[in-house]
């Protein structure tokens, strides 16, 4: 499956695989429960691979943030729930990614991430990130 196929869905939870388009909109799988859903021509549909989060010095793509995810989980700390309080949120987030703008990503953008991020792992969809020693080996 590629990022081109997951979305997510303005209004839903979740994300979701596209399955067909139609004149509408989309036919998508979510990947939570598994149920088909049809996007209305009111619905904004968002390409995963499109999204990305706003810094101080322009705006990274969130595969960026699953991969720097991905390396703090490695280096041994838990994930953090996205039931955390505000400060919590920010504070992992500033982990993540030290130069995030403060002001334009709200707690709710923190917490999706988060979800998403869980929601890919469940499904081993995250992109994959190669170590300097596999670099070297090919």
Same mark, same amino acid.
């Given at each position: 499956m590629k990022y #081109? #196929?997951?979305i997510a869905i303005t209004g839903r939870p979740? %994300?979701?695989h596209i399955l067909s388009n139609t004149r509408t909109g989309v036919v998508a799988l979510s990947l939570a429960d598994g149920k088909r859903v049809t =996007? @209305?021509?009111t619905?904004?549909?968002s390409v995963l691979g499109d999204i990305q989060i706003y810094t101080y010095s322009g705006e990274k793509p969130l595969m960026d943030i699953f991969a720097q995810i991905a390396k703090i #989980? @490695?280096?041994?700390n838990?994930? %953090?729930s996205p039931r955390a309080s505000k400060e919590e949120l920010h504070q992992y987030f500033s982990e993540i990614l030290p130069d995030y703008d403060v002001e334009r990503v709200y707690p709710n953008h923190i917490k999706k991430v988060v979800q998403w991020y869980q929601l890919l792992k469940t499904h081993n %969809? %995250?992109?994959? =990130? @190669?170590t300097k020693k596999q670099? @070297?080996?090919q």
């Open positions: #081109e #196929e997951i979740g %994300l979701y =996007t @209305k021509p619905e904004q549909v #989980e @490695k280096d041994g838990a994930p %953090l %969809l %995250l992109p994959v =990130t @190669k670099t @070297k080996d």
